[in-house]
């Protein structure tokens, strides 16, 4: 295809160069000629032709009312659509080409723009003069320098009918789920920069959305209109596991339509982490902070205060790193402990600012404390009498990988709220005959 | 990789009236111990009152018998050489004194040739009043999650309220018994006032469900419809919203299910989409 495309100005400015105003006789002649030289159908050799006069092929013209009705093969197609998403790629011979997703209310469908293609995704567009080949299985309209692409007002038809039906919830979500339809609260949102293979930057967005039902990590490839704080109903997108942990993947196709903010509870109640067991959690079935209730069965060796490498983080043993030798090293403290909540058992792990607040004083009088005892183990047994066997509340946000669960901490409270399980006793108090 | 056993929390008499298990084998031999109430327990967390510390030992080998109690009965389990760590531990506990200890549940034949149930412990630490109520309310707690996933009445009213997967208890009646037995004297010794009052209530609303369950419905419907009103935001009301709410006035799931299904076929509920209610 390329192939054609870069034999067509040759041609084409040959002859225009010559003399402008040729008669469709001529043309026709001309057609012919191509044909038989070239050894091309006549098709083809109009194409080439007219298209070097900046004319559109009159052949076939069809304009079809939905994306639907697009079949293989099919050339001079005119259609309305909304653009969902727009990538760009780098062509062999060099020079940029856009590809994505074109969509109306019901379909949708790949398509490559090998020309000028600046739009950007919920625009809506009439496409005239396109083509139809099968890629990868599937269908995609192909548009070049014969394609007309405009842009239009007018959505009727166009905006994906789910938008009037009842969203999910995200307690509903679960990995390799697409296209969901959710009406949730951003409870955080930072801006972010990536870096994309071929070395440009790529703004995106991360947060969390929630709704009643729970909380799920969102990563939006794009800029999309959402702020922190508001209600949305979210249309598009899809979840995947990521060390056993949901994440909703968007971009900017996804459709945002802002609702009442007071359609959910306040972003300080949905961000209250849900309660939960490790067995729930260990089967991939909760997303976001979780907050359990259990035991600490040991403290592993390690937990304290320690020193790492100045360079690379590591720790040092007995001032060495591993990778960087001898150093002097920048005092840290952290605590990895097992925790055990009668469903399972998981590895916790806290920072420096878990273990102050375990200790109840700063990391500068712990550090003299340890150099005046002499005893670097003194701080990982003072954290094991405060921790093994209590009764605990911990939460923080849970990791799955091959070592199993490991929950990072963010807060750690000793005792439980008694009033609160009496009232869970009673919800199955009905089982006692 | 094996999976580290977790420490379930029980009553003592849970573990007095277990049965060893030698079935679940998956991931290697493991001796297991099927509780009343459902428990497939390996190692246990338990909390009670130190009521025993003798030292049976010679200077050598230092040898300690210790006995738990809680509400619901007593266990012994002695304290030596194989644990040197807890030895230490054992100086600053008092008699009688509130302690919670973890460790795995074992059995061993006795010179009378009675098989005894004991503990092998691996943490033994101080308690207080709290920590040894919070503790029975979580073991009475997931008791009560375990006997309802036994009698398979559906998921239970909350995620984390999810145990591990009860076995089924050996002993028939007796064993049924002693599971409400573990459960009560539990509760009666924690909040009196509060349990006994609520575990009177499901006596009346089993004891009446038997006899006129007609009745019973009827006078439930006139509360739905009102629920599914007062819930109603525009499009109806959310079932899981419903059910929600429900559970939280204490009323049987099942009861209401078949109170909606008789309004749905009298036309005083319609459902405008799936999964919402409307009254009419």
């Known amino acids: ?45 109009e194409r080439s032709l007219y298209g070097s006069y900046g004319m559109e092929v009159q052949t076939d013209q069809r304009t079809i009312s939905d994306l639907s009705e697009l079949e293989d093969g099919m050339r001079n197609v005119t259609f309305r659509a909304r653009l969902i998403t727009v990538h760009s790629g780098t062509r062999k011979g060099g020079g940029e080409y856009h590809y994505g997703l074109f969509g109306d209310s019901e379909n949708t469908v790949k398509y490559s723009a090998w020309s000028k293609f600046d739009y950007s995704p919920g625009d809506g567009l009439l496409v005239q003069n396109a083509s139809v080949r099968e890629f990868r299985g599937g269908l995609e309209v192909v548009m070049n320098d014969h394609t007309s692409v405009s842009s239009i007002d007018d959505m009727e038809g166009l905006i994906p009918i ?77 979840v995947k596991e990521y060390r056993g942990i949901q994440k909703l993947n968007i971009d900017g196709g996804v459709i945002v339509k802002g609702v009442a903010d007071d359609r959910l509870p306040s972003a300080d109640i949905l961000k209250e982490p849900s309660d939960g067991r490790i067995k729930e959690i260990a089967n991939g079935r909760l997303s976001g902070e979780v907050r359990l209730r259990g035991t600490v069965v040991d403290v592993r060796s390690g937990s304290g205060i ?13 001032s060495q790193c591993t990778v960087h030798g001898k150093m002097k090293g920048e005092e840290d403290m952290a ?68 070592y199993g669960l490991s929950i990072s901490l963010s807060n750690i409270d000793i005792g ?7 009232d869970e006793i009673s919800l199955l108090l009905e089982v006692v005959q | ?52 510390k003798d030292d049976i030992g010679s200077e050598d080998s230092p040898l300690f018998r210790l006995r738990i109690a809680d509400p619901t009965g007593g266990l012994s389990f002695t304290v030596g050489r194989f644990n040197p760590g807890l030895i230490r531990s054992l100086e600053c506990l008092s008699v009688p004194s509130f302690v919670t200890v973890i460790g795995k549940v074992t059995r061993f034949v006795s010179k009378k040739g009675n098989s005894v149930v004991t503990l092998n412990p691996e943490v033994i630490i101080p308690a207080n009043k709290e920590e040894r109520d919070a503790w029975h309310l979580l073991a009475v707690r997931d008791a009560l999650a375990r006997i309802w996933k036994l009698e398979g009445r559906g998921p239970l009213p909350a995620k984390f309220f999810e145990v591990p997967d009860p076995g089924e208890p050996r002993g028939g009646e007796e064993t049924v018994e002693a599971a409400n037995g573990i459960i009560k004297d539990t509760l009666m010794a924690i909040d009196k006032a509060r349990f006994s009052k609520e575990l009177e209530q499901i006596k009346v609303t089993i004891g009446s469900s038997d006899e006129d369950t007609e009745d019973d419905l009827e006078q439930y419907e006139d509360l739905v419809v ?55």
């Open chain 1, 162 to 238: 789910v938008e009037d039906g009842i969203p999910g919830t995200i307690g509903e979500l679960f990995p390799g789920i697409k296209r969901i339809y959710l009406e949730c609260r951003v409870i955080d949102l930072t801006l972010g920069e990536i870096n994309t293979k071929d070395g440009n930057s790529k703004e995106i967005m991360r947060g969390i959305i929630a709704d009643r039902s729970g909380k799920i990590d969102i990563t939006c490839w794009d800029r999309i209109p959402i702020e922190k704080g508001r209600c949305y109903r979210l249309i598009g997108g899809y």
């Open chain 2, 1 to 52: 990789m094996r999976r580290r056993e977790p420490a379930m929390p029980v009553m003592i008499k849970d573990i007095l009236f277990s049965v060893e298990d030698s079935t679940g084998e998956e991931d290697g031999p493991r001796s297991r111990h099927i509780t009343p109430t459902g428990a497939l327990i390996y190692r246990t967390v338990i909390c009670g009152v130190l009521m025993e």
């Open chain 1, 306 to 318: 320690f020193k790492r490498c100045e360079e690379c983080g590591r720790k040092l043993m007995k």
């Open chain 2, 226 to 280: 009102q629920l599914i009103m007062d819930l109603d935001s525009g499009d109806g009301a959310r079932w899981d919203d419903l059910v929600d709410t429900v559970e939280k006035k204490r009323l049987s799931r099942n009861i209401i299910e078949e109170v909606i299904s008789n309004l749905l076929d009298k036309g005083l509920l319609y459902e405008p989409v799936l999964g919402y209610l409307k009254a009419v």
């Open chain 1, 1 to 45: 295809m390329s192939e054609d495309r870069k034999n067509t100005p040759t041609i084409g400015t040959d002859r225009a160069s010559g003399d402008e105003k040729k008669s469709i006789e001529d043309m026709k002649e001309e057609v012919h000629r191509l044909s038989k030289e070239l050894g091309i159908s006549i098709e083809e050799a």
């Open chain 1, 416 to 422: 439980w709220d008694i009033e609160n399980m009496k």
């Open chain 1, 335 to 402: 605590i990895r402990a097992v925790f055990d909540d009668g469903s399972g058992t998981c590895m916790l792990k806290g920072d420096k600012m878990i273990v102050e607040s375990l200790l109840d004083r700063p990391m500068e009088v712990i550090s003299s404390e340890v150099r005046a005892s002499m005893d670097p183990d003194m701080i990982t047994e003072e954290l094991s009498l405060k921790l093994v066997g209590r009764s605990l509340t911990i939460s923080g946000d849970p990791i799955l990988d091959d």
